[in-house]
Structures are given as structure tokens and as C-alpha cells.
């Protein structure tokens, strides 16, 4: 059960944002001395707009390992959702141990005004810790 599972707080895995030549991406950053394996990360989006709720399908993504102080590609991410809240909730195993964060990009939050360079993309980007 869920309440058997003693979950350590994450550190040292972020999502970030950038944009790129042909659009907007979301990577996993893995900044830890460590692998990181059978990553499970689901995103969506949810709000209002015009004091009407959105959201968006709920994507998830399987990426199989990270080694230490690496990156992997989520997905693409279309600026018409950016006026939502945009969340990566990221799961991932270390040594067995099961890991889990929920990471939330606020709305309107994901604009060019908030860039910054993130070095081991080589992007300028939106960094969440």
C-alpha cells in the first residue's frame, strides 16, 4: 500500500523548459551522482480561462534510465497552454528506492522574460526545482 512506501524527498532532478529554434521543449534533468531508472512522468495541463476550466489530456511518458548528470527529452510543449498550469509529476527508482515529485509550472509562468541559460542544455529555459 501507499502508505507502506517511505518516499525520500527528491534532489537534484528538475524539469526544465526551453525553447529551441522550432518550438518549445520539456526535459528531465538528472543533476544527482546517480543513475536514475524506470522514470515515469506524467504531464498536463489545468486552469481557467475566461472563468471557463480547461485542461488538457493527461500524456505519459516511459523513459527507461538517466545516467548522472544527464538529460532526457519529455516532450514538446505547444505555447497555446502556457496560460495553465503546466505539471510534470516525475516518478524514478534509485537503488531500488522509489522516488516522486510533482513539478508545476504556474501560468503565464513560461515566458521569454523568465529565460535563463540552463548550461548542460546549452538552452535558454525555464529551470523548476
Not at 505547444?78 to 505539471?87: A, G, K, M, Q, R
Amino acid at each position: 500500500m501507499k502508505k507502506d512506501i517511505d518516499f525520500v524527498p527528491v534532489k537534484d532532478v528538475h524539469v526544465a523548459i526551453c525553447k529551441e529554434i522550432d518550438g518549445w521543449r520539456a526535459y528531465l534533468l538528472n543533476r544527482s551522482l546517480e543513475k536514475i531508472e524506470n522514470v515515469m512522468v506524467t504531464s498536463r495541463g489545468y486552469g481557467e480561462s475566461q472563468s471557463e476550466k480547461q485542461k488538457t489530456s493527461v500524456l505519459r511518458h516511459v523513459i527507461p534510465y538517466v545516467e548522472s548528470r544527464e538529460f532526457a527529452l519529455i516532450e514538446t510543449i505547444d505555447e497555446s497552454v502556457f496560460h495553465l498550469n503546466n505539471e510534470y509529476w516525475v516518478s524514478y527508482y534509485i537503488d531500488g528506492q522509489v522516488f516522486d515529485k510533482k513539478f508545476i509550472f504556474l501560468p503565464d509562468s513560461i515566458i521569454e522574460e523568465n529565460l535563463t541559460t540552463i548550461a548542460e542544455l546549452d538552452l535558454q529555459g525555464i529551470l523548476h526545482d
